[in-house]
Antibody
Framework: EVQLVESGGDLVQPGGSLRLSCAASGFTFSSYWMMWVRQGPGKGLEWVANIKPDGSEKQYVDSMKGRFTISRDNAKNSLYLQMDSLRAEDTAVYYC???????????WGQGTLVTVSS | DVVMTQSPLSLPVTLGQPASISCRSGQSLVYSDGNTYLHWFQQRPGQSPRRLFYKVSNRDSGVPDRFSGSGSGTDFTLKISRVEAEDVGVYYCMQGTHWPWTFGQGTKVEIK
């Protein structure tokens, strides 16, 4: 059974930093692109970043580029999101996602809540 | 960024009746490889999203056949042939053709 378990969400002040983690199991982690998607309180879904299986290619939404860093450790079956210079508008539930555009592969974690507030 | 526009944003339906959600993109979603990366997601209350369809009309695992996806280019539709209570939630279209990938605003399906 595929499992994606996020952790690291917390209350942080504006300008602060946070590192999210996602522990993956039930599949060959090193074979898949992985993603982060977020959802603001009472709002819709927003893509955050993607990372290639070997970590050599990363894609970011412009509003997060330079502030967020996606990374992975295939030896630990783990995905990360380092978030710096956090703003109030970054407040959201952050989901770890495994998805393939051309195959019936779609798995989401339960999400971890990040709250940016003073 | 490619804007995805869904309608309606709220859809009250009677149990057993059909429902239809429209999704329009600001530009063609046909990728250079010939595929159209338009997906549909369902998010039930209090749950994580799950994908229903990939590439317009390909059903993901476990999706009931009362759901169907169709469309091409910039116009797409999600249909439910007979709405059941478990279908309550918010439905999102999403394009995976142009980076950044973008979602529609969501359509809230509720029972009348």
């Amino acid at each position: 059974e595929v499992q994606l378990v996020e952790s690291g969400g917390d209350l942080v002040q504006p300008g602060g930093s946070l590192r999210l983690s996602c522990a993956a199991s039930g599949f060959t982690f090193s074979s898949y692109w992985m993603m982060w998607v977020r959802q603001g309180p009472g709002k819709g879904l927003e893509w955050v970043a993607n990372i290639k299986p070997d970590g050599s290619e990363k894609q970011y939404v412009d509003s997060m580029k330079g502030r967020f860093t996606i990374s992975r450790d295939n030896a630990k079956n783990s995905l990360y999101l380092q978030m710096d210079s956090l703003r109030a508008e970054d407040t959201a539930v952050y989901y770890c996602v495994r998805m393939q555009r051309s195959a019936p592969v779609d798995d989401w974690g339960q999400g971890t809540l990040v709250t940016v507030s003073s | 960024d490619v804007v995805m526009t869904q309608s309606p944003l709220s859809l009250p339906v009677t149990l057993g009746q059909p429902a239809s959600i429209s999704c329009r993109s600001g530009q063609s979603l046909v990728y250079s490889d010939g595929n159209t990366y338009l997906h549909w997601f369902q998010q039930r209350p209090g749950q994580s999203p799950r994908r229903l369809f990939y590439k317009v009309s390909n059903r993901d695992s476990g999706v009931p056949d009362r759901f169907s996806g169709s469309g091409s280019g910039t116009d797409f539709t999600l249909k439910i042939s007979r709405v059941e209570a478990e279908d309550v939630g918010v439905y999102y279209c999403m394009q995976g053709t142009h980076w950044p990938w973008t979602f529609g605003q969501g359509t809230k399906v509720e029972i009348k």
